[in-house]
């Protein structure tokens, strides 16, 4: 008990800690350490609260405990990323953006081909996708290739309407500057039509990119190899070593939230000019 | 209205039509493995016999939409809520849906109280929107699915098991959407209005009640319907590891077990026009909401 009190002692101090940071360290720094900082309190709380309530290991197990067996099973878990993140995800996710992008281009040529395709993408892209996750183990098998078919299926709606959106974000003005200079169709879509669309098509990029992860580890719920991170949760809780849950999840969060960093920084070298990106 | 028809419906009804005829085009092929299994050795199969079998299989690869439009409507019964003791209700597709629909309102609800609390303790404070915001992007970058057996798992010993743990697992969807939303809005009120609210001495409360929530409005509704279909990805997606038995995914999970491909397709079916009819409902329920207010159709604002 005294140490659950000593974790809430703890807690409001470092908020305090917190508020003073932010107070003193210019904006920039402010963005990265505060948040650090909270975050620590929060694993920190877990730990002291786990610890002092005397929390069974198979309902919550301390976050030293997942940290350690990220480092003693990182083999295993290795195996798994590959196979479940690189192979399923990535592939699907490449895949169907591509092939989405691919699709949009199309359409931005034919007027006809957009209006048919916006709203039925925007409603396509309100489904529970992820429930062809079964159909698509039958069609594809249990190996990886059923995976990335899944995430192929989820990403390319939100990725076609954001595209076609994109491609139409020029104006008419832009458009008859770049015809008195007597561009071809090809340096429109170049110089014109598809810096316009970045913002648009990394905003889809990054609607993908939880998507493909879920995608993913979803699939392997319904047939799987003997590996993989959605196969690995699902037998670990069965076995209650659920620190090894843990280590998977903590994993995929570093997977997400690394691509995701990825793709902001592409984000702020590409389209650097947009309002969005002003400091 | 003629133009109107061929601006906006002839091309979506084109794209549908050239979806179906390629849907019973694929089917020859996906199913025809079976049709030449079960043939005898020798069986010459001509083009129409191979036409009419792989349109006409009980367990085809893909299912015709003929096939499943026939199952929805055998499913679709209402003979739960009166025979509860006849041995059908359990295959209602209306009262699994309905199991699935209680998950996705309660996960919403839930997401519509976390969100836009979350949002305002972000626009009135500092500290939180420097600590907080980044951790809510990080949130939805963790796959919900490897955290949602460890929300059963947390949640069991305090009682709370059945409904509870799936509402919390779709919150974890829905109320990401509602923080962003809602935070735009309330910071989108214009500064010169702000000025005068101080010009009358208006109180906190006052200027939030009567300036920023009016203009957070047209934020949150847009805001809301995407949380809405995330919340009925996240009450899908919760039922997977959560041993249900009644719901739109536990169904796919047994339906897929046993390769029974035609009512997997009915439930996929009744999901999406679960999805499609909240969205639309919601719309509507906008629209009226926007009228009532009198602001301009939320449509023209980006989230």
């Known amino acids: ?51 002092g309530l005397n929390v069974s290991f198979v309902i919550l197990p301390r976050p030293s405990e997942m940290v350690v067996r990220l480092f003693t099973s990182y083999e295993m878990l290795w195996e798994d990323f590959v196979q479940t993140i690189l192979k399923g995800a990535l592939t699907g996710y490449v895949v169907g953006c591509s092939t989405a992008l691919l699709v ?10 957009r209006r048919g395709l916006l709203p039925l993408g925007n409603f396509v892209a309100a489904l529970p996708v992820v429930g062809l996750a079964p159909i698509m183990v039958m069609w594809f098998g ?19 309407v954001n595209s076609v959106q994109g491609l139409a974000a020029t104006n008419a003005i832009e458009r008859d500057l770049f015809k008195t200079y007597a561009a071809t169709p090809l340096q429109q879509l170049g110089l014109l039509r598809l810096p316009a669309a970045m913002p648009f098509i990394l905003n889809g990029l990054k609607v993908c990119t939880p998507l493909a992860l879920i995608g993913a580890i979803v699939a392997e719920f319904f047939g799987s190899p003997f590996l993989g991170m959605g196969f690995r949760i699902k037998t670990s809780v069965g076995t209650l070593s ?38 | 209205m003629l ?13 549908v039509a050239a979806i179906i005829v390629i849907w019973y085009a694929a ?46 409507k055998k499913q679709a019964t ?45 626009v009135y404070s500092r500290v939180m929107d420097l600590s907080v915001m980044p951790w809510v992007i990080t949130s939805q970058t963790i796959p919900i699915i490897a955290i949602a057996p460890m929300i059963i798992v947390i949640m069991a010993p305090m009682g709370l098991t059945g409904l509870m743990p799936k509402g919390v697992i779709s919150m974890y969807l829905s109320y990401f959407p ?69 719901g739109l995914g536990a169904r796919l999970l047994v339906f897929s077990y046993r390769s029974e491909t035609i009512p997997m397709w009915a439930n996929l079916v009744s999901a999406a026009i679960l999805a499609g009819l909240l969205v639309v409902s919601f719309g509507m329920l906008e629209r009226a909401l926007n009228r009532r207010l009198g602001f301009r159709t939320a449509g023209e604002v980006s989230s």
């Open chain 1, 1 to 51: 008990m005294m140490i659950a009190i000593f974790a809430l002692v703890l807690w409001g101090a470092l908020w305090a800690f917190n508020v003073k940071l932010a107070g003193w360290l210019s904006d920039r720094y402010a963005r990265i350490a505060v948040p650090i900082v909270f975050g620590l309190t929060l694993v920190v709380m877990v730990e002291l609260l786990v610890i």
């Open chain 1, 104 to 113: 949009a281009f199309l359409a931005s040529w034919s007027d006809f081909l």
């Open chain 1, 142 to 160: 249990f190996g990886w290739e059923s995976k990335a078919a899944i995430v192929v299926s989820m990403c390319f709606f939100p990725m076609l």
């Open chain 1, 242 to 279: 659920l620190d090894l849950v843990w280590a998977e999840i903590i994993v995929a969060a570093i997977a997400g939230t690394g691509f995701f960093g990825l793709l902001l920084i592409i984000e702020r070298s590409l389209t650097f000019w947009h309002p969005s990106q002003r400091r």
């Open chain 2, 3 to 15: 133009a109107w028809l061929s601006r906006s419906v002839l091309p979506v009804a084109t794209i």
């Open chain 2, 27 to 72: 089917a020859i092929p996906m199913n025809s493995m079976r049709t030449y299994m079960m043939a005898p050795d020798d069986a010459e199969i001509s083009f129409s016999e191979l036409v009419s079998d792989t349109w006409s299989q009980k367990k085809p690869q893909l299912p015709l939409p003929h096939q499943i439009v026939r199952e929805v």
């Open chain 2, 78 to 122: 209402f003979s739960w809520i009166w025979k509860e003791k006849r041995r059908g209700y359990k295959r209602s597709l209306i009262y699994h849906t309905w199991v699935t629909l209680s998950s996705t309102l309660l996960g919403f609800g839930l997401g519509l109280v976390l969100g836009v609390s979350l949002s305002l303790a972000i």
């Open chain 2, 178 to 246: 509602i923080v962003i939303g809602m935070t735009k809005g309330l910071r989108s009120s214009d500064p010169i209005l702000e000025d005068q609210m101080k010009t009358w001495s208006a109180t906190a409360f006052q200027t939030f009640l009567l300036l920023r929530l009016p203009s957070a409005l047209p934020y949150l509704f847009p805001a809301m319907k995407i949380s809405l279909a995330a919340a009925l990805v996240g009450a899908v997606v919760a039922e997977l590891p959560s041993g249900a038995r009644a």
